[in-house]
């Protein structure tokens, strides 16, 4: 069974840190690449970063460049998103998500198969 667990949430003042991660386990990240979605209060869910393991190629959403980084300890098979410089518009929920490689795009994933619980980031003003 695939099952994708997120930890790491919480609150945090601007201008601070934190650090998600994403547990994997039915699979190994040979098999998928790993994406983080985020959903705002009353907003759709939008692509934040992924990662594709086959090349290491990363994407990262305009909002987050230079302030977020996507990485990984395939020994542990767990993804991170490591989140600094964090604004109040940076609330939300945080999603990962394993799905196949997507070829020759700026996202990594072609589908999104399997999804984590969420978890909350607030960010305080």
């Known amino acids: 069974e695939v099952q994708l667990v997120e930890s790491g949430g919480g609150l945090v003042q601007a201008g601070g840190s934190l650090r998600l991660s994403c547990a994997a386990s039915?699979?190994?990240?040979?098999?998928?690449?790993i994406g983080w979605f985020r959903q705002a209060p009353e907003k759709e869910r939008k692509e934040v970063s992924c990662?594709?393991?086959?090349?290491?190629?990363?994407y990262y959403a305009d909002s987050v460049k230079g302030r977020f980084t996507i990485s990984s300890d395939k020994a542990k098979n767990t993804a991170y998103l490591q989140m600094n410089s964090l604004k109040p518009e940076d609330t939300a929920v945080y999603y990962c998500?394993?799905?196949?490689?997507?070829?020759?795009?700026?996202?990594?994933?072609?589908?999104?198969?399997?999804w984590g619980q969420g978890t909350q980031i607030t960010v305080s003003a």
């Open positions: 990662i594709d393991f086959s090349d290491s190629r990363m």
């Open positions: 039915g699979f190994t990240f040979d098999d998928y690449a």
């Open positions: 998500v394993a799905g196949p490689r997507l070829y020759g795009g700026s996202w990594c994933l072609s589908r999104h198969l399997y």
